[in-house]
């Protein structure tokens, strides 16, 4: 069922809140254990009201799930815990929906959205990182089985993940782009080493992860053998969904920092970081206006292709604003809060230090698509320019130079 | 139509960013209507077939460099000159959203054409000069002289500048570089006498009226008709022969008085705000079309066997400049909305604005002929035209330096010192 009209639109809203009453009132949440109740709300169709009837949802607008987890939050009843599995939800989930088989989707959306199982992206490697399509992690066919090996990087969340969206090259006798094979792998399985990889901040956000000769039956195969390409197209689509989706306040931002520093210290203050304030500030405030402009496009229906452009300018804001902040708490901006070796659950713009948040900026530029690959995306998709000349479409992989 | 007049933003200033905060998130519709566009394709279609680049480019070097018949085809066909002015005075009773689209198709076309002068500046400067009266010669709403000044510029008939340099900045202290004098036996009354001169004034060649701020006790706002005895309007060979500006100079001139003391201050200043946030818009539609113009070329042209537009270092600077597009629409966009919605924190917004759309206007217009490289440099291309309006609109109604350095005191980030 879809729904169209506003007065539908309505109706539907009206009865999901009644659903919700009804489910809560033969699951107490009171009596019964977290798990126990997340995974009647799946069964109940109260998950993810926008994904099919017998997944978690009941085929309804995304925009409806607001009411549910509204009408849940006011019960304070459980949640699914999203924060733990923000990959999961936002990359695996539609990946399966879009290209899994019917047995895929039952045996994984449910532990995957009530948290039982937590998903990790094992798509770059050492020699494939803007350049994801040239990876060299080989998938051998052996019967009804596969045989992985190689070396993945930058995985958030490798350590306490149960399953990974893994993409492979099956065929290095095709171009690039052809001979690739996208599979669900279950991390427990033997030949699978997790290493922290620690970052210039000191901790370790991310992980590399190695494979030998790791077993993943056929079965757990995603989209047909030489469509991992696009597979994995449609994963890192809804990374970009995921982005920037959210509004905040005047200052809401790390500007807003920077400024509540310079007001409290007059003592700081120079001309020459005066003008940088001031510049900082009017960016920071003129992007907030972008993202917000953006957001009353897509509302009314006009989407517009601004949005490629938030991140680039997200990005250099960011270190600028940090950079900045160093710079203005002088002697105390030469200590650093911590330099051990810990595991994090995400980067920290705000519990940390000026010192942490100058150097992790850094990544803001390189995580999620370079500036500079975001900016060859502007200029051939939002602009019309040509391609970039290439060498390596239509040679088979194995003879490309690297 | 308060929003000319309401100066409440000054007021409000110290607490602009704790305002907001509280109630940050509902900010103004900041995307383009449907009669916006309407507007828009009306405007474009006009300056398409009246004011080719080439057209425009030869006027500069004629002794009429505002094209007065394409602005009587603009004003009275399309009706931009009396946009802001009340329907009762014979104008459109329209928002600053409608002014702002009309200007960013002006800066597209580089059309020279007195809008800002006098579409923008002097009529917010009369619009509030009549809401707050003081000159005590109206005697009913609708009467007196800027009501009368009002709608002849609505209908088209006749054109009015504020007498103040271009470069202006809103806000600052207005120092007035005209005298009030003794009035002569003869005159009428309620007639003055002004003396005094202001350097490079825009849009005051072709305007049949000048309003003029004026020292004495108490100061004031005048009217002083373009042909009166004792004004002279000398030309200046300007950057942008596509606005060029003139030096008045008064002797004795007869002036009507339109508003007198502090009041004579606020509309001034209300006007020189405005005129900076449809500045912006303008330098927005200047930087968009330069963008297309150039996307355009480097698709088309060929080096070493390729399209230019092919090769990164191309590619990355028009990306570059495609986001401070979207970033600087974004800014005039939300400048608008304030200006319309008497928002208290339009004076923040017309900052915003005029920053980040002067930096624009300023990079459009440097870009535009270095990635047309040698044909870019020539007389007979359109990038001169550009470079030249972006570079003195960006002087204009003040530099993006000074918008961001009243920004201190706007957002509460004060200079080493205080």
Not at chain 2, 275 to 304: C, N, P, S, W
């Amino acid at each position: 069922m879809r729904v169209t009209g506003h007065a539908n639109g309505e109706a539907t809203e009206a009865g999901l809140r009644a659903q919700v009453r009804e489910f809560l009132a033969a699951h107490d949440p009171a009596t019964m254990g977290r798990l126990e109740f997340v995974r009647a709300r799946f069964d109940a169709g109260l998950a993810w009201v926008h994904y099919p009837a017998g997944l978690g949802g009941q085929g309804l607008s995304r925009t409806l799930q607001k009411v549910v987890d509204a009408e849940f939050a006011a019960a304070s009843a459980p949640t699914n815990r999203p924060e733990r599995n923000g990959i999961g939800l936002g990359m695996a989930a539609p990946t399966i929906l879009a290209f899994g088989t019917d047995e895929q989707k039952r045996r994984w959306l449910r532990p995957l959205w009530t948290g039982e199982e937590i998903w990790c992206q094992l798509f770059s490697e050492p020699g494939a990182g803007s350049d994801l399509a040239n990876l060299a992690t080989r998938a051998v066919r052996d019967g009804d089985r596969w045989v992985v090996s190689g070396q993945k990087v930058w995985t958030s969340s490798a350590h306490i993940a149960s399953r990974a969206m893994l993409v492979t090259r099956t065929d290095p006798d095709q171009p690039k782009h052809k001979g690739l094979t996208y599979f669900g792998l279950d991390m427990k399985a033997p030949g699978i080493e997790v290493r922290p990889l620690r970052q210039a901040t000191g901790e370790a956000e991310f992980n590399e992860v190695f494979l030998t000769d790791v077993v993943v039956p056929d079965a757990d195969r995603i989209g047909a053998v030489g469509q991992g390409w696009a597979v994995s197209t449609a994963t890192l689509m809804n990374e970009r969904v995921a982005l920037g989706a959210f509004t905040f306040p005047r200052e809401g931002g790390m500007i807003g920092v920077s400024a509540a520093t310079w007001r409290q210290r007059p003592e700081l203050r120079t001309p020459g970081l005066h003008e940088r304030l001031l510049r900082l500030w009017a960016a920071a405030e003129v992007s907030r206006l972008a993202g917000e402009r953006l957001r009353q496009q897509l509302a009314a229906g006009q989407p517009g292709p601004e949005g490629s452009g938030a991140k680039l300018v997200f990005a250099r804001l960011n270190q600028e604003i940090a950079d900045f902040q160093v710079e203005l708490l002088g002697t105390e901006g030469l200590s650093y809060g911590d330099w051990t070796m810990h595991r994090p659950d995400g980067a920290d713009y705000y519990g940390r230090d000026a010192g942490y948040r100058f150097l992790r900026s850094k990544g803001n530029s390189i995580e999620g698509g370079t500036s500079e690959i975001l900016r060859n995306i502007i200029a051939e998709r939002v602009l019309g320019l040509p391609p970039e000349i290439r060498l390596d479409k239509d040679k088979p992989w194995k003879d490309l130079p690297r | 139509m308060t929003q000319h007049v309401s100066d409440r933003a000054a007021a409000a200033q110290p607490a602009a960013v704790a305002a907001e905060a509280g109630d940050a998130i509902r900010l103004p519709d900041m995307i383009y209507s449907e009669q916006e566009a309407e507007l828009r394709s009306a405007v474009r279609s006009v300056l398409d077939d009246l004011a080719p680049f080439e057209a425009v480019l030869a006027r500069t070097e004629t002794a009429q460099t505002y094209d007065m018949a394409l602005w009587k085809t603009l004003a009275a066909d399309i009706g931009c000159a009396g946009l802001l002015i009340p329907e009762a005075l014979g104008g459109a009773g329209a928002s600053f959203r409608e002014a702002a689209v009309v200007a960013e198709e002006l800066g597209r076309s580089v059309a020279p054409v007195p809008y800002l002068g006098s579409a923008v500046l002097a009529t917010v400067a009369l619009l509030s000069a009549l809401e707050v009266g003081g000159s005590g010669e109206a005697d009913q709403p609708g009467s007196g002289p800027a009501a009368e000044l009002l709608t002849e510029l609505a209908a088209g008939t006749a054109t009015a500048a504020l007498a103040v340099p271009f470069a202006s900045m809103p806000g600052a202290g207005l120092e007035p570089t005209v005298r009030i004098g003794p009035a002569e036996p003869h005159d009428a009354v309620g007639t003055y006498r002004l003396s005094g001169s202001v350097p490079a004034v825009a849009d005051a060649l072709p305007a049949g009226a000048l309003l003029v701020h004026a020292d004495g006790v108490p100061p004031g706002l005048f009217a002083v008709r373009a042909d009166a005895a004792g004004l002279t309007r000398a030309p200046v060979v300007s950057l942008d022969m596509t606005r060029q500006l003139c030096d008045l100079t008064l002797a004795n001139v007869p002036a009507a008085r339109l508003t007198a003391g502090r009041q004579a201050e606020l509309t001034v200043a209300a006007a020189l705000r405005a005129g900076a946030a449809m500045l912006a818009a303008e330098q927005l539609g200047l930087a968009d079309r330069a963008l297309e113009i150039t996307l355009a070329y480097v698709k088309q042209r060929y080096q070493f066997a390729r399209p230019v537009g092919s090769f990164q270092a191309v590619k990355h600077r028009l990306a570059d400049w495609w986001v401070a597009v979207t970033q600087a629409r974004a800014a005039s966009r939300y400048a608008a909305a304030c200006l319309a919605d008497a928002s208290d924190d339009a004076a923040v917004a017309v900052a915003l604005a005029k920053a980040a759309c002067s930096d624009t206007a300023l990079l459009a217009g440097q870009e535009m002929i270095q990635l047309h490289g040698g044909i870019g440099f020539t007389w007979e291309h359109p990038g001169h035209l550009f470079l030249k309006r972006a570079k003195s609109t960006s002087i204009g109604l003040g530099t993006a330096d000074r918008h961001r350095a009243s920004l201190a005191r706007l957002a509460d980030l004060p200079p080493p010192g205080y």
